[in-house]
């Protein structure tokens, strides 16, 4: 893997987990000694922050980690909405059955550990390999980029819900129904169910939000996942 390549990776986790917050600048003489590189690959790393929304110049400060709110919420998931059920539908028409039934299957495996309070960094995996087998199965290189940038910008969001136990076994139940319709290659099922899905999450995200956003003065970095909204 290219220096420059690792330092994306390393520096995009960082904000999205919540490491880098809000505000943070990304200085080049900190972050080269910290990853180990030198200068020329971290800028071009931090390029890639700024193209993809993570990072922004600021004026006397450098290039910092953007803000983010839930103000947002509405706004990104009116687009990944549109996307997600494309893709849905697109994917459910070259759906490897096999590959699908097995997500299913697993996603009904996880709902009794996550409503009896298992972390949930394990099911957060999970979606990941649903949306990578969507964004595969859905033959559409664009689609899939375009989903790949709202997504990062929802896992920053996560920080604003609280990790419920209840929901997360829910939503692994919504998650096993799209897969299940994805194996079973129908599109209209496949649309739907994401639909649904995505529109519980949103609710989920604005009804039961942290007390506190995810800024540069409040973010504990040992603070753990909260529920991602995928």
């Given amino acids: 893997m290219r220096a420059s390549d690792r330092a994306y990776r390393t520096l995009r986790q960082d904000i999205i987990e919540g490491h880098l917050p809000p505000g943070s600048v990304l200085g080049e003489v900190e972050q080269s000694e910290r990853l ?7 800028r071009e790393a931090i390029g890639r922050l700024v193209a993809e929304g993570l990072a922004a110049p600021s004026t006397g400060r450098g290039t910092v980690v953007t803000e983010v709110s839930l103000a947002e919420a509405d706004a990104l998931f009116d687009l990944r909405t549109v996307l997600e059920v494309l893709a849905a539908r697109r994917a459910a028409e070259h759906a490897d059955p096999g590959v699908f039934s097995d997500l299913a299957a697993r996603f009904d495996a996880a709902v009794g550990p996550l409503r009896g309070g298992e972390d949930p960094a394990g099911y957060y995996r ?8 969507v964004d595969a199965a859905c033959a559409n290189a664009y ?12 896992d920053r969001l996560r920080r604003f819900s609280r990790n419920d136990p209840a929901r997360l076994s829910t939503s692994a139940t919504e998650h096993s129904a799209i897969a299940r319709a994805l194996a079973q290659r129908n599109p209209e099922l496949a649309a739907a169910t994401t639909t649904l899905h995505l529109h519980h999450a949103l609710d989920h995200l604005q009804s039961h939000q942290t007390a506190e956003p995810m800024t540069h003065q409040t973010t504990d970095q040992n603070t753990p996942p909260l529920e991602r909204t995928p």
């Avoid at 180990?36 to 971290?42: D, I, K, Q, V």
């Avoid at 689609?143 to 929802?154: P, T």
Wanted: a positive charge.
């Fill in 143 to 154: 689609l899939a980029q375009h989903l790949k940038s709202v997504r990062v910008h929802l």
């Fill in 126 to 133: 999970l979606t990941t390999e649903l949306d990578a087998a």
């Fill in 36 to 42: 180990g590189l030198s200068r020329t690959p971290l």
